[in-house]
């Protein structure tokens, strides 16, 4: 009888700390939202081993994530792409994986972050590693980890305490990151970078899409776009030469199968696009790359509903020209005889 009413009391006690927690959370703007982890990609990557001819992989960095939307390219077209993109990572071992483990011969929209894909081929490298470390997690994941992801996943869509994302963003709420908010007195002789908060919402079938916030607080946004000016002057010089060797022996082996390999340059704007320009101009890394490929390709500069648009954070659309971007971009395309009609 007394194991019992401790048991009740146990219960009722963890379920008023859990609703508590969740409601505390909540108060604070925070609301449920996917975590964008490798079991995540891993179930989009699955999707490839059955994909035909007719199907769609976009690959690419974070630009290709947020800017090319799955929805409205559904809508668009009929067919839902398969998204693989990856935030701040090269698009290369994504590319290679596909082309040389699979046999997909489809469509292969690669979105081009100059700064990301030319930066290097150097396997410990934060640009190259994150991404391999989705494949390999791809190909090496057990039945239990599968399992174990799907039955998080109405967790994670309804309560906000499941937060608890790879990307470790400063506004994380599991204890690990916590922890990480916790002075314990000055160790550090370099200064720190700025706070990086999320600003993205996930959704299935793997989409990324601007969160509100970052479109009506300003200064939300500029807390972002420290974050990129931090890093932008920090990177180091991009490898420009073996980059492209190395994409374009997967490149020639993709054209081989018979695919058919798109190359699409998203919007950026302010001080990032200022950056660009002096340390990846357009005409060493961009066109060169699009010379040696020899493959449809599309930069938003060179069309007019495109070259205007304004990103909040100076480096990804809000949902809305989101939208806008992805379903102006297939009707080019579809003109272009890119894609299908």
């Keep these: ?3 019992k009413q401790t048991l009740t009391v146990a219960i009722i006690i963890t379920l008023i700390a859990t609703i508590s927690w969740e409601a505390y959370w909540r108060s604070q703007g925070l609301y449920p939202t996917l975590n964008d982890e490798k079991a995540l990609w891993a179930m989009a990557r699955a999707n490839v081993e059955k994909a035909d001819k007719d199907d769609v992989v976009i690959l690419g960095s974070s630009r290709a994530y947020f800017d090319i939307q799955v929805e409205q390219w559904e809508k668009s077209t009929g067919k839902t792409p398969i998204q693989l993109s990856s935030t701040g990572s090269s698009p290369l071992p994504t590319f290679h994986d596909i082309v040389n483990n699979t046999n997909f011969n489809g469509t292969a929209i690669v979105g081009v972050t100059p700064g990301l894909l030319f930066s290097t ?7 190259w590693e994150r991404p391999q470390s989705k494949v390999d997690f791809y190909h090496d994941r057990t039945y239990a980890q599968r399992l174990n992801y799907l039955l998080s996943i109405p967790l994670q869509k309804n309560l906000v305490l499941m937060s608890a994302d790879e990307e470790e963003w400063n506004d994380d709420i599991d204890l690990k990151a916590l922890l990480k908010r916790v002075n314990w007195g000055a160790r550090d002789t370099m200064p ?6 999320n600003f993205g919402d996930v959704s299935i079938p793997r989409n990324m899409s601007m969160m509100p ?3 009506t607080d300003t200064a939300f946004a500029k807390s972002i776009i420290d974050v990129w000016h931090f890093f932008g002057k920090g990177a180091p010089p991009p490898d420009k030469d073996a980059t492209t060797e190395f994409f374009m022996k997967d490149v020639e082996k993709f054209k081989a199968k018979g695919g058919n390999l798109i190359l699409v340059r998203p919007p950026s704007s302010g001080g990032v696009r200022m950056g660009e320009k002096m340390g990846l101009p357009r005409e060493r890394f961009w066109d060169s790359l699009v010379k040696v490929a020899n493959v449809k390709s599309y930069h938003f500069e060179d069309y007019d ?5 304004v990103c909040p954070e100076e480096s990804h659309l809000s949902l809305n020209d989101a939208n806008f971007f992805t379903a102006e971009l297939i009707k080019t395309m579809k003109a272009d005889g890119a894609l299908a009609n």
């Excluded at 720190?192 to 908060?197: D, I, M, N, T």
């Design 1 to 3: 009888m007394k194991l």
């Design 121 to 127: 081929t150097y396997p410990k490298a934060f640009p």
């Design 192 to 197: 720190p970078p700025p706070p990086f908060y």
């Design 213 to 215: 916030r970052t479109v």
């Design 305 to 309: 509903q495109f070259k205007d648009l």
